[in-house]
């Protein structure tokens, strides 16, 4: 495995990382009354125009990163949405459509459309490696896996992200895939939740919310 799984993971009883996808996804928190911002993510499309709009970034994916406690300044969203527009757009459908990580046989690297795509992301002002991952996963959520610190601490992979998830998911007949993809059909989440965010979602509660006991 070239990613340490979140603790729920570590054995073949998938009760706890049930248990933390209800808190997470279901359970409001104590002081406001509301579901974690985060819950809103996965299914976020005021405009209607998500399916749509796959190869340009728009004002709803600028909202959509706040949910996940990021955010990108006024002179960046002028940036990404009319100044770059058209750059953004051209390395996005360089991507190609959205499809699991987990059916990516090939490496990335720095010839790859999504690298080429958070590096040039990462030239914009206020957005560094977490908002770049956070916006591209808003356009391709099967394939392009969230970072923060957090997230990065758990699974050991502050160094490279990317590639050692691929590997993982991939490793042992796509053993991971399947059971994170499992794990969101048992705890009734919709489709719009893909794998990705499910080890996400785990590795996130891990450090934010652990499971007492």
């Not at 996808?21 to 985060?38: E, I, M, N, Q």
């Not at 499910?198 to 934010?208: E, G, S, Y």
């Amino acid at each position: 495995m070239t990613i340490r799984l979140p603790k729920v993971l570590a054995s073949t009883d998938d009760s706890a990382a049930l248990h933390v996808l209800d808190r997470y996804y279901r359970v409001p928190l104590t002081k406001t009354g509301r579901l974690r911002s985060g819950a809103l993510w996965d299914g976020w499309d005021p405009s209607g125009t998500r399916g749509r709009d796959v190869d340009v970034f728009t004002s709803d994916d600028l909202v959509a990163v706040t949910f996940l406690s990021v955010e990108v300044s006024p002179d960046g969203a002028d940036i990404v949405l009319r100044e770059r527009h058209d750059e953004f757009a051209e390395l996005l459908a360089a991507i190609g459509p959205d499809r699991d990580l987990a059916d990516g046989a090939d490496e990335m690297t720095s010839r790859s459309p999504a690298w080429q795509l958070e590096t040039a992301l990462r030239t914009v002002p206020s957005i560094g490696r977490t908002v770049a991952s956070k916006l591209i996963a808003r356009k391709r959520p099967r394939l392009y896996p969230i970072y923060d610190r957090v997230v990065g601490e758990v699974l050991g992979t502050k160094q490279a992200h990317f590639e050692p998830i691929r590997k993982a998911l991939r490793h042992n007949d796509g053993e991971l895939q399947e059971r994170l993809v499992g794990l969101r059909e048992r705890a009734g989440l919709p489709d719009a939740v893909p794998a990705l965010r499910v080890l996400d979602v785990l590795a996130w509660m891990q450090l934010k919310a652990p499971v007492s006991g």
